[in-house]
């Protein structure tokens, strides 16, 4: 008798592939959250490759702060048109004219925080009752307590302490109205699984996670992208450095690490050897100890 054996890239990918078909059976109008990275590229490509040949069934959603890397946003724009599928775009920029959320000012000043009211208003102005994401639970100690599916009330508030057992991969979509669901069907996946996968796949991404050169200051140890959006302390200088993003969100608080990897055989070398998580280079994540979960309770992604 012939034997079946799966690869753990395999595994993952037939796992990540059932939770988006679960996703769709159980919900009216799902979505998948893409901000650019490559987690989200990822679940793009595997959630291409779960309906193939017919095209996602679901729209894509970004929530745009307007302090984006111009090549995520390049990318992103290429990418939906390469799959054929809807974008819809919340604008942070938006939510601060209409008065719903104020702009922090300053040297540390970000737009991160201010995305949870855009993307909450755009779930519910689209009727979104579950929304898919590239969160693992290896990234961060909050986001290793969530589950597949994550439930969030009326408010798009998660309770970490009330949680639906998820045994027998048995996922329990119900909810009363006006409450959604965030699912993340790569949770199971570690950083190195998702490089591995992006190079087993022929995967593309945003030139940014390779080693270039660039513009930036160090802040607090975390190396930051010259841009217009960051406004320089009085001790600090403009370095030209050879860098690459180990993950990808707003250029005032995304930062790159000194790396010579210019290809997918040296960034897999790298990452083996690393000693810290990827979003240890956030400096969003570094303005308290339990700063991830407490965006997450109001609603962040």
Avoid at 105 to 131: F, H, M, P, Y
Wanted: aromatic residues 8%; contains cysteine.
């Amino acid at each position: 008798m012939a034997q079946y054996y799966l690869s753990h890239l395999e595994e993952l990918e037939a796992e990540a592939i059932f939770v988006i078909r679960e996703v769709v059976s159980q919900f009216e109008k799902p979505a998948l959250l893409f901000s650019g990275g490559k987690d989200s590229i990822v679940l793009a490509h595997l959630s291409k490759k779960a309906f193939y040949p017919s095209r996602i069934p679901f729209p894509l959603i970004h929530i745009d702060t307007g302090h984006n890397f111009p090549e995520t946003i390049a990318f992103r724009d290429e990418l939906v048109k390469d799959l054929g599928v809807q974008l819809i775009v919340g604008s942070v920029q938006k939510s601060i004219d209409d008065g719903k959320v104020r702009e922090e000012t300053g040297a540390n000043a970000s737009r991160n925080a201010l995305q949870t009211v855009t993307l909450l208003d755009t779930l519910e102005e689209n009727k979104i009752d579950a929304a898919m994401g590239g969160a693992r639970r290896d990234e961060e100690k909050a986001r290793a307590k969530e589950r597949f599916f994550s439930h969030r009330d009326e408010f798009g508030q998660w309770d970490p302490k009330n949680q639906r057992p998820e045994l027998w991969n048995l996922f329990n979509g119900k909810k009363h109205m006006g409450e959604h669901f965030r699912v993340f069907p790569i949770s199971n996946w570690t950083e190195m699984d998702v490089w591995q996968y992006i190079q087993h796949q022929n995967i593309a991404l945003p030139s940014l996670y390779f080693s270039h050169q660039r513009d930036c200051v160090v802040r607090d140890g975390v190396i930051l992208a010259k841009s217009d959006f960051i406004q320089l302390k009085p001790d600090e200088e403009i370095k030209n450095l050879t860098v690459r993003y180990r993950t990808c969100g707003d250029m005032p608080i995304t930062g790159a690490v000194e790396s010579d990897a210019d290809d997918l055989d040296k960034i897999i070398a790298e990452v083996a050897t690393t000693r810290t998580t990827e979003r240890g280079t956030r400096a969003d994540d570094k303005r308290g100890e339990t700063a991830m979960e407490d965006r997450k309770k109001s609603g962040y992604f």
